[in-house]
């Protein structure tokens, strides 16, 4: 088995693709005619995002949206840099909001925390460096 996508259910697929390329320089792999559904060039695992529309009739038992208005839920996604101040700030000037300041980890790492135009939780850190 291997992990394949995180889908990410959102308003507008087309607004969060652009977003994602401008805050953190992601690439749009495609987009359906539709615009219901669209993917991100992210690395292995393919970051996704489909309309809530989509979602509703994906799940007949429905499903909880996402309010940039209310806490975000306790899952995050994690991009690591070298560049940790200037993607930070890249991402805040492209429309994430600050969530938790940069701080540095007892282990070495350097983490802060933003929400993205939909509320969704993003770590960016610095990676972590292997003691030999």
């Not at 990410?8 to 607004?15: F, H, I, P, R, T």
């Amino acid at each position: 088995m291997k992990y394949a996508y995180t889908i990410l259910y959102v308003d507008d697929v087309e607004k969060t693709i652009s977003f994602y390329e401008k805050a953190f320089g992601f690439q749009k792999k495609f987009i359906t005619p539709e615009n219901d559904y669209g993917e991100l060039i992210s690395g292995e695992t393919t970051i996704a995002f489909a309309s809530n529309m989509l979602g509703h009739s994906n799940f007949t038992k429905g499903f909880k949206e996402l309010s940039i208005e209310e806490k975000p839920n306790g899952v995050e996604m994690a991009f690591t840099t070298e560049n940790i101040e200037a993607d930070f700030a890249k991402a805040i000037k492209a429309g994430a909001k600050e969530y938790e300041a940069l701080k540095q980890k007892p282990w070495g790492q350097k983490v802060g925390y933003l929400r993205d135009i939909n509320g969704f939780l993003i770590e960016v850190c610095t990676p972590i460096k292997v003691q030999k």
